[in-house]
């Protein structure tokens, strides 16, 4: 019998040096894509990104720690790869260090959100293309069963968002990510609706890194009705806990009413704070509607209830909210290799963290969950490590 999924984590994160995706980069625009350099004196690596200042390596290659804020490299001191850092093969040894049998692998930052930057719309796009194509077909192409990779979409508008969700169909992802509303802005719009359409449409699962949009509105004044006072009526309590503001513009939209088998996964939010979260919606939605003057068919929190789940990393904390919401709404991530994470001892935090809760129920928040999410066979035989990194 082969190697089978046991635990998946729901969330780590590509952090390989620009040039391997920058490659796959259409030609006539590779010029103006990010690059690394070498800071003098030991200061350590940083990217050149147009339309930024320098941006320190940092927080992004912890691997196993220490934790910095800048002045990390990709190379340790015998100039091999940092952890985390290196090629596919290497990812995998280092799946089995830590334990773990696969990974959702999101885009880093520095490859993503911060190349909005890039001004001209064909450059910004062959970016996108770029590092989508680079990670289905040389990074997770070695084991897509092991490597999921969330492909990621363009903020440059719905065609482009359309377009870009076709094109990692048709590459073979299981997932993609996205930084805005498939309009390019941070607040709804019916255009969107071709989005969520073309999701259920080609059974492409939604799964936003922390949150998409904007965090959090403007505070609403005085009684009129209004989708934005609405949405940011019924978040006043909330902070920035993500995604409270997102999920309230979708819910105060309607897009769930007309798409009501839409489902997102939110990797990576502060887990332990869902339960205060979705009280304070709840409670301000009922309280504040003098504000906004609107009326939902359930409660804020019945649909998260419906339509989302939620990745925590290290947060033992979270695992105590049982009494307050249901703990089968969780993923469970590594996070590898960025700075709360838990590698190389994963499977060392599972066991300690997860000793009080049933043991079914562990297996659906480090395993079953994320996999009913992607369409994973648990019953398939898995892709077996190389024997050299």
């Not at 940092?58 to 990709?74: D, E, I, L, M, W």
């Not at 482009?160 to 993609?176: H, S, W």
Request: hydrophobic content about 40%; some cysteine; overall charge negative.
């Amino acid at each position: 019998m082969g190697r089978k999924y046991t635990i998946i984590s729901g969330d780590g994160h590509v952090e390989t040096p620009p040039e391997p995706w920058v490659s796959r980069v259409a030609e006539k625009h590779r010029n103006r894509a990010p690059r690394l350099i070498t800071l003098p004196d030991g200061l350590g690596d940083a990217w050149i990104v147009e339309g930024q200042g320098i941006l320190h390596t940092g927080q992004n290659v912890t691997g196993r720690g220490p934790v910095k804020f800048a002045h990390a490299s990709y190379v340790d001191a015998d100039g091999t790869p940092r952890e985390g850092t290196g090629d596919a093969v290497s990812r995998l040894h280092e799946q089995d260090l830590d334990g773990i049998d696969a990974e959702v692998m999101f885009p880093p930052v520095f490859a993503t959100r911060f190349i909005n930057g890039i001004s001209d719309h064909d450059a910004y796009l062959a970016m996108v293309q770029g590092y989508n194509t680079f990670l289905a077909e040389d990074y997770c192409s070695v084991a897509p069963d092991r490597l999921i990779g969330a492909a990621f979409i363009p903020v440059s508008g719905i065609d482009d968002a359309v377009a870009e969700l076709e094109r990692a169909k048709r590459l073979g992802f299981k997932t993609v990510c996205m930084q805005q509303f498939p309009n390019g802005t941070g607040a709804p719009t019916k255009e969107d609706d071709r989005f969520w359409e073309k999701c259920l449409e080609l059974e492409m699962p939604l799964s936003p890194h922390i949150t998409f949009g904007d965090m959090q509105g403007p505070p609403p004044k005085g009684p009129a009705p209004s989708d934005a006072k609405m949405a940011s009526g019924m978040t006043q309590h909330t902070g920035a806990v993500a995604p409270a503001y997102t999920m309230a513009q979708m819910i105060v939209d309607g897009v769930f009413e007309r798409f009501p088998t839409l489902r997102f996964y939110f990797a990576e939010i502060n887990c332990a704070a869902l339960p205060s979260m979705m009280f304070y919606m709840d409670r301000d939605y009922y309280g504040y509607n003098d504000w906004f003057q609107g009326k939902l068919p359930m409660p804020p929190s019945e649909y998260f209830r419906r339509h989302c789940l939620f990745g925590m990393i290290r947060e033992p904390l979270a695992l105590k909210m049982g009494e307050l919401m249901p703990l089968d709404w969780f993923v469970w991530a590594s996070d590898f290799p960025h700075s709360v994470g838990t590698y190389p001892d994963s499977l060392g935090y599972i066991k300690e963290a997860f000793a009080e809760i049933d043991p079914t129920l562990t297996q659906r928040i480090v395993r079953d969950n994320i996999a009913d999410h992607l369409g994973l066979d648990l019953d398939a035989d898995i892709t077996e490590t190389p024997d050299t990194a």
